[in-house]
């Protein structure tokens, strides 16, 4: 039972890591507050009366109001978009697919940015996040129809229609700051940049239940996706509906990164690196692929927030900046690899 | 046929005159094909000549323009998905697989249409059955892309044999096998079929049919050309019309045996054989693009 105890033992590993990403990245900032006080922190009011208080008159407030709606806004948007980068490639049987890079995230910022533009306010709170969604829903559709020829897609295929979806975007965001006044042009450009700076718990409680649903919803799928890399006919003959696994998948990608991007920004890569990486690790079932994927994105997330509010004092970089410095570089790396490899899984 | 359709369902496939049109072009015609449980039937044809289409209209893969095809009884349109994969396994000649998965994970796949029904709980005794059917037993942890083409199709027959399906369907499985692995494979074949299975096998060597198929059903541009056992179907007159090649079939111990007639020089005046050459060529492509 080799394959059991790798799942058992990956998973466990990766939920020690949150752990510790949790505590440690909460523990950064301005106001250091140690480990050890965030640790006793939480656990008082989880109520059990177990270590140290922060000891800073202002470190239990800082704890609880600024940092970890930020934590755990990144730990959502971190598993969101791994789920959603996880759950892409499998729909398209290629691991170069994921929603920044074929346009999803910005076809998702564009319906975002038109929202705040015209200033709709019609789902109250949710209303970027169901716009969003549409945007992010329409752009996976036409990356779906646009790069699928005879049941399969191309790397080629699959990279140029981003290109031209993420050149499209970039003119529907350039001509929503056009439009906009100078405050709805600053909220386009943090978009455009990614950032988790200044999230409040309000933000987190629309994000958190979409991610939810939307991993939740990509571990039912997990079985029928292994099934999906038979290619469609032999999915088909293998019982799998595969048109409307398809579609699914779909509504579920574009859900994910709706709970990401509303509130984030296009934060770029995160969907690529970290599926690949666990695929390294522990094959490529889906079954295993899509749970380690929502816990190593929500670390990965984390830790690369973690660095974009302290490599620099007293200064916030945009952390989509961050990803696509690391993530660039590695997608390069993926295509050249997965050309040489012809059937490795491009 | 004696039996009615109201009185007992003909169980295993049957195509009733199934015409199928790509593009315009009449690929099918007329097509009728019963195969029985019980009984492998062998599809052979040039290249071209449509086996691969009939297969995907055997599926439910391709509508027929007109026509039916009945799995176990029941029009193949009427299935779900799900339904159908429990009645019927595939191995197509195209079996690529996106992502590394290892072979044992693959032939995994084969039992899926199962999960959740009383008939997973043998899925390990079934898979290493499977496995060890195939000869893939050894290549277990392998990653399925690093295989060779033919440890490849070893594992998708394996993946098939593990469906445990009552229809068994097989487009030109032993292609890329050595003479022991196509032998052992067609025997397997053979024993799935004595267990019930009404299997159709698409094959390109003449005398492998000859060897294992109890029907041999011959297609050519689009249309049956013959239907019968082998001795019946495989005559020299029908074989040199039909691949417009000279052959010659030899008798060698009861099993027919098709061999090709060659020119003892073989050189560009060759003038028994109409531009063999070329026209090999041409028809391999459009046979190539019909399996995609």
């Not at chain 1, 020690?16 to 250091?32: E, K, N, Y």
């Not at chain 2, 071209?48 to 176990?72: F, I, N």
Request: with cysteine; hydrophobic share 50%.
């Amino acid at each position: 039972m080799k394959v059991r105890t790798g799942r058992v033992g990956l998973i466990s590993a990766l939920l020690v890591l949150l752990g510790v990403a949790v505590v440690f990245s909460a523990a950064q900032g301005q106001l250091r507050i140690p480990p050890l006080e965030v640790l006793g922190s939480v656990l008082h009011r989880l109520g059990l009366d177990l270590g140290p208080l922060p000891t800073h008159p202002r470190g239990e407030s800082t704890l609880w109001e600024v940092r970890f709606p930020r934590v755990a806004m990144a730990a959502v948007a971190g598993a969101a978009l791994a789920t959603a980068g996880a759950v892409m490639q499998g729909t398209f049987g290629n691991p170069l697919a994921e929603p920044a890079v074929v346009g999803v995230s910005s076809g998702a910022a564009v319906a975002a940015g038109t929202v705040i533009v015209f200033d709709i306010g019609l789902f109250g709170s949710w209303t970027i996040a169901v716009a969003a969604f549409v945007g992010g829903l329409i752009t996976t559709l036409l990356v779906y129809l646009l790069s699928r020829d005879g049941g399969r897609t191309e790397v080629v295929t699959l990279v140029l229609t981003g290109i031209a979806l993420n050149a499209l975007t970039s003119a529907g965001l350039a001509f929503l700051m056009f439009l906009g006044d100078q405050q709805a042009r600053e909220e386009i450009v943090f978009w455009t940049l990614g950032s988790l700076n200044g999230t409040r718990w309000a933000a987190v409680a629309v994000a958190a239940p979409l991610a939810a649903v939307g991993i939740a919803a990509s571990v039912v799928l997990a079985r029928q996706l292994d099934l999906l890399a038979l290619g469609d006919r032999a999915a088909r003959h293998v019982g799998v509906e595969v048109e409307r696994l398809r579609i699914v998948s779909i509504v579920v990608v574009a859900v994910l990164t709706a709970a990401a991007v509303s509130f984030c920004g296009i934060i770029a890569f995160v969907g690529l690196v970290v599926p690949h990486v666990i695929r390294m690790l522990a094959g490529p079932g889906h079954r295993l692929l899509i749970p380690a994927s929502a816990l190593g994105g929500a670390v990965l997330l984390m830790l690369a927030d973690l660095w974009a509010r302290t490599a620099i004092d007293n200064a916030d970089l945009p952390i989509g900046l961050l990803t696509s410095l690391v993530g660039g570089p590695f997608f390069l790396w993926l295509i050249r690899r997965s050309r040489r490899t012809a059937g490795g899984g491009a | 046929m004696t039996r009615t359709a109201d009185v007992i369902l003909p169980a295993g496939l049957l195509a009733r005159s199934v015409s199928v049109e790509i593009g315009g072009a009449r690929i099918l015609a007329d097509v009728t094909l019963q195969v029985e449980p019980g009984e492998v039937v062998a599809l052979v044809g040039p290249n071209g000549a449509g086996k691969s289409t009939l297969l995907a209209a055997l599926t439910g893969d391709v509508e027929p323009a007109s026509g039916t095809v009945e799995l176990q009884g029941r029009p193949t349109a009427s299935y779900r998905a799900k339904e159908a994969a429990r009645q019927r396994a595939v191995l197509l000649q195209k079996y690529a697989i996106a992502f590394g998965f290892d072979v044992r994970h693959v032939v995994e796949m084969g039992r899926s249409p199962w999960y959740g029904t009383a008939r997973s709980d043998e899925d390990d005794v079934v898979v290493r059955r499977a496995m060890r059917h195939a000869d893939v037993l050894h290549l277990s942890e392998r990653s399925f892309p690093t295989l060779s083409g033919g440890e490849q199709a070893r594992t998708s027959f394996a993946r098939v044999l593990a469906q445990e399906t009552p229809v068994v369907l097989l487009d030109e499985p032993t292609a890329a096998l050595d003479i022991r692995h196509q032998e052992s494979l067609l025997a397997t074949t053979r024993d799935v079929a004595r267990a019930g299975a009404a299997v159709v096998v698409v094959l390109h060597d003449l005398s492998l049919a000859a060897a294992y198929a109890d029907r041999i059903c011959v297609l050519a541009r689009g249309r049956v050309a013959a239907d019968g056992p082998p001795s019946e179907v495989l005559t020299e007159d029908l074989l040199t019309v039909v691949y417009q090649h000279p052959v010659r079939v030899i008798d060698l111990d009861g099993s027919p045996l098709v061999v090709p007639l060659r020119a003892p020089h073989r050189g560009l005046a060759d003038h028994d054989v109409p531009d063999e050459t070329t026209d090999e060529t041409t028809d391999e492509t459009t046979d190539e693009t019909e399996a995609r």
